[in-house]
């Protein structure tokens, strides 16, 4: 009689911002995986425990929140000017599903200290190290400055981050030209060539929103629009069964007119990582979950993101890139909303407190670029060895 075996696949269980997902390197994964991507899916999906019909992941690494059900590939670039490619795929909890399309800016922390200790980069005995990714999801080039001593990643520190319980060490990050390409998926900065778009949305009407590639496909709209203050916490908007089925029939309308699905039901279905939908409001006073008061007077702008259908617990890292590009740029909906305009440096107010982020953009004869968004996050390992997962997943 022969029993179910299980193997032992190498693997780093990584926080990054305030995020946390399982790396990899290619030659980690059993050697079907490093070539199917149908088999790398489901070896992915067993190591996060999806699906799960009970949304507690409890035969799994993941912790049953969009915030924490993540992989992460990293290997040696052969790109000019890149050290290392980066890959990001989010696991979804109920369906057999891992989505491909868009990066994790809060894991991204992370892959320059993952990069440093598997070896795949050189790095400075003790200063800073720079790590070169080529983020291949999206086809952008992002720096990370890793501070090191004594030949070793530096962890811990007082650099305190919303969102996080711990101080760690800071890691800047600076994601360069954020903007799509008019070559890029979606299209060009803008897709629509609009900053603002009026779009039709079944059974809500019509509705503002700024439609924009940058960090990642990102939809904003006004609070105020769908009947929110902008002030609301994730157990509002979660328990809200009716808000979310209207901000999802918003996102998958929007996803469409991005050109980055044919209909809203492949948006839905097929795409539910990107584009995300954030809704932003002018500043206002609130209690963060951690109790901490956040006062009109502390923050530019109120920002609440949805990610694989819930709401965010603070704020993903490529949502702050994108309220950085867009606060920089007159027309839309986010610099609208911007108390007293911006001066490329945007601290905005989040479930968990506030995030200071900027950008650096400039206008040539009404065209606008972006060259450069700039944030710091902190990373640290959590774990590190090897991960069982069934022989024949």
Not at 271 to 285: E, G, L, Q, Y
């Amino acid at each position: 009689m022969s029993f179910p075996q299980q193997i032992a696949v190498r693997a780093t269980y990584m926080r990054g911002g305030t995020s946390k997902g399982v790396f990899f390197t290619p030659a980690d994964l059993p050697a079907s995986a490093r070539h199917d991507p149908a088999a790398r899916d489901r070896l992915m999906l067993r190591v996060i425990g999806s699906p799960d019909p009970y949304g507690k992941h409890i035969d799994g690494m993941g912790a049953a929140t969009s915030s924490t059900s993540k992989v992460v590939l990293v290997s040696k670039s052969e790109r000019p000017g890149c050290d290392v490619d980066y890959l990001f795929g989010a696991v979804s909890i109920e369906s057999p599903m891992v989505d491909w399309s868009g990066n994790c800016g809060n894991l991204t922390s992370a892959v320059g200290p993952f990069a440093i200790r598997r070896g795949l980069v050189d790095a400075p005995r003790d200063g800073v190290a720079t790590v070169r990714i080529w983020q291949a999801n999206i086809g952008k080039r992002i720096i990370a400055h890793v501070p090191m001593r004594e030949g070793e990643v530096v962890e811990l520190g007082d650099f305190e981050l919303d969102g996080v319980a711990f101080p760690a060490a800071e890691i800047r990050l600076e994601f360069l030209d954020p903007g799509a390409g008019e070559d890029g998926e979606g299209g060009a900065m803008f897709p629509t060539g609009h900053r603002t778009d009026r779009l039709e949305v079944p059974g809500i009407g019509m509705l503002e929103a700024t439609l924009i590639n940058a960090g990642n496909p990102t939809i904003f709209i006004d609070a105020g629009a769908v009947g929110l203050h902008g002030t609301e916490m994730p157990p509002e908007i979660d328990g809200n069964a009716a808000l979310l089925e209207r901000l999802e029939r918003i996102r998958a309308h929007a996803t469409v007119a991005m050109g980055l699905a044919t209909s809203p039901e492949e948006a839905t279905t097929s795409r539910p990582h990107t584009p995300k939908i954030a809704f932003v409001s002018p500043p206002a006073a609130y209690t963060a979950s951690s109790g901490k008061p956040v006062n009109a007077g502390d923050v530019d702008l109120v920002a609440r993101i949805m990610s694989m259908g819930k709401a965010h617990h603070a704020m993903t890292g490529t949502g702050a890139v994108a309220i950085a590009v867009a606060s920089a740029i007159p027309g839309t909906i986010v610099h609208r909303l911007l108390a007293g305009g911006t001066s490329g440096r945007v601290r905005f107010g989040h479930p968990s407190g506030t995030l200071v982020v900027g950008a650096e953009a400039a206008e040539s004869n009404g065209d606008w670029t972006v060259t450069k968004a700039i944030m710091s996050r902190s990373a640290r390992r959590l774990m590190d060895g090897q991960v069982f997962v069934p022989v024949d997943c």
